[in-house]
Each structure stands twice: as structure tokens, then as C-alpha cells.
């Protein structure tokens, strides 16, 4: 990552510090993992696949040759429901704190029946941060430096750009009618009032949501790649565009950025570089947040614990 990132970003010391990423072992994750760890944070990287993770992690220790590094595996998959629980419940077995959560990536959470790219960017994050929120929030009170203790919600301005305008649609959370791009936008719209609507209920803990910029990523590997239009303007979109390890500047810049204040910039919406923006008028809506957060809570309680 350039040295004029990092100098913009100004990261702490953060020995003493644990950290899960959220599909920390490639992209945008990756290069958040990095300098996490670069900077003396044990990082638990959750990804489906320990082979995937070992190879970053070896990449991380090469990287950081400076000093020892404390990069750990936690085994999610975010398509069944009992991988959840176990991450969650394996993660707070070995750790008592919990400083800070990177919702980056995910898979489907298919017994949801959902549709892909919801599940995908919303309703895994959803459920596997609301299993940690008990060990967030005594970290929280714990804690000296009031708003170290941060959940980031990696979002888009897709947000404001794709999603329907009239918000979320509670009445079709399938999006059959809408493309592909609309799902996109209206599961990033749900990560902005996902943060919002943490910052109501959990005032102790910095929730942000952050629009990372564009980036070389292995984002539309999944079905926004399979559009004709995406594959016709996808050389123009990341021209000049970062790779994955810069592109996480504005990531890292909402996970450690002491200039971000718990009782200024609880809720806040980033853009790159740390710079505060105001959200799509329905990522602005105190009660589509609230409803969202209902509806998402009632969806999950009809999910069997064993699927």
C-alpha cells in the first residue's frame, strides 16, 4: 500500500487490539488484514476455506517481516446457518474482546431463500454480528478510548446509484422484478442503515459504513459479471482504479481512524478517503432502518438451527 495512504490513514499502534475480517484472506479484506496486522493486531480472518487462508496468511508474514504477526483462522460459512453459530461460538471461546468487526464478504446464505446478492452482502454480516454484539459491547465498556470499538460495514455507493429509489422492498426482498444491479444496490442500501440503525441501538460501539471507492476486485465474479453490460464496460470502470491492497485505505481509515468520534460520527457514511457524506435520502431514513432491522430479525428466526 502506498506511503501516501498510509500517511492519510495515520494507523495507531494496535498491539493488544483483536480483530475479525470477514473474508480477510483476498481483496479489499486482504488488504485490510495486512496492515491490521502490520500494526500489531491479532487478526482472525473468517473464510470458508483454510487453505486460502494459510496462503494469505504466509503472504501476510512475508509482508510484515518487520515484526511478528498474530494471524489467526476462523472457519465461516456463511451459507449454513450452524457454521454461523459455531464461528461465533468458537470465536468467543477463545477471546474475551472484541475491537473491532470488518464486514467485507460473504457467501449465500441459502436457507434464507433469499435472493444471492442480498444474502451475499447483508443477511450473513447481519446475523454473524449480531451473535458478537454481547462480546462488542463489553469491549466497549471496557474500553478506555470510547469508539475504538468499531463494526464497518464495507458498502457501495451503489447504494444511492442502483438501489430502487423508493429504498428497500419489504413487499419483494427477492427482487424478482429488478436487475441484477438494482439487488446490488438495494443490499448495499441495507448495509448503510444496518450501520445506522447500530449506531441507535448499540450508542457504545462506532458503526460506520463505508463506500470503499473503485477497485480492482474479485467483486463481480459473482453474478453482476454475468451481464453483458458489465463485461462491456468493465475495462472503462477500473481504469486507474487501485488495487485491492490501496483500495482498502478507506476501509482501514473507518476501522482505526482515531479522528472518527463516537459521539460525532456514530452511524456516519464514508467516502474515500475518510471523508463523511451524507447517504441516498432512504439510507438517511431513521424508520426504513428500524423496519429493516425488524424484518431482518423475524427472517432469521424462521431459519431452522440445523440448516
Known amino acids: 500500500m502506498g506511503k501516501d495512504l498510509l500517511s492519510a490513514i495515520a494507523i495507531p499502534e494496535l498491539t493488544g487490539k483483536v480483530v475479525i475480517v470477514i473474508g480477510g484472506h483476498t481483496g479489499l479484506g486482504f488488504g485490510t488484514s495486512i496492515e491490521l496486522a502490520r500494526h500489531g493486531a491479532r487478526v482472525y480472518i473468517a473464510s470458508r476455506s483454510q487453505t486460502r487462508f494459510e496462503h494469505a496468511r504466509r503472504d501476510i508474514i512475508a509482508e510484515c517481516s518487520e515484526r511478528e504477526v498474530d494471524v489467526r483462522f476462523l472457519n465461516l460459512d456463511l451459507s449454513s446457518m450452524s457454521s454461523v453459530r459455531h464461528a461465533a461460538e468458537q470465536f468467543i471461546r477463545q477471546e474475551s474482546r472484541l475491537h473491532l468487526l470488518v464486514n467485507n464478504a460473504g457467501v449465500v ?8 446478492v442480498c444474502s451475499v452482502n447483508y443477511i450473513g454480516h447481519f446475523l454473524f454480528t449480531s ?38 422492498i419489504f413487499s419483494d426482498m427477492n427482487m424478482k422484478a429488478f436487475s441484477v444491479w438494482a439487488r446490488y444496490g438495494h443490499s448495499k442500501l441495507a448495509n448503510v442503515l444496518h450501520s445506522r440503525e ?110
Open 198 to 307: 447500530l449506531a441507535k441501538r448499540y450508542p457504545d460501539i462506532l458503526a460506520l459504513s463505508v463506500h470503499p471507492g473503485t477497485v480492482k476486485t474479485g467483486l463481480a465474479a459473482g453474478p453482476i459479471s454475468s451481464t453483458p453490460l458489465y463485461r462491456l464496460i468493465k475495462p472503462l470502470v477500473e481504469l486507474g482504479a487501485p488495487g485491492p491492497r490501496k483500495g482498502a485505505a478507506s476501509i482501514l481509515f473507518a476501522a482505526v481512524s482515531p479522528q472518527l468520534k463516537l459521539e460525532c460520527h456514530n452511524g456516519a457514511y464514508l467516502l474515500p478517503i475518510g471523508r463523511l457524506s451524507a447517504p441516498s435520502k432512504a439510507g438517511s431514513d431513521a424508520k426504513m432502518a428500524e423496519e429493516l432491522w425488524e424484518w431482518t430479525v423475524n427472517a432469521l428466526s424462521h431459519v431452522k438451527v440445523d440448516e
Open 109 to 116: 446464505l441459502s436457507s434464507l431463500q433469499l435472493d444471492y
Open 131 to 168: 451473535l458478537l454484539l454481547p462480546t462488542l459491547q463489553q469491549t466497549a465498556a471496557e474500553a478506555a478510548d470510547k469508539g475504538s470499538v468499531r463494526i464497518v460495514n464495507v458498502s457501495s455507493d451503489g447504494h444511492a446509484k442502483l438501489a430502487p429509489k423508493e429504498g428497500i
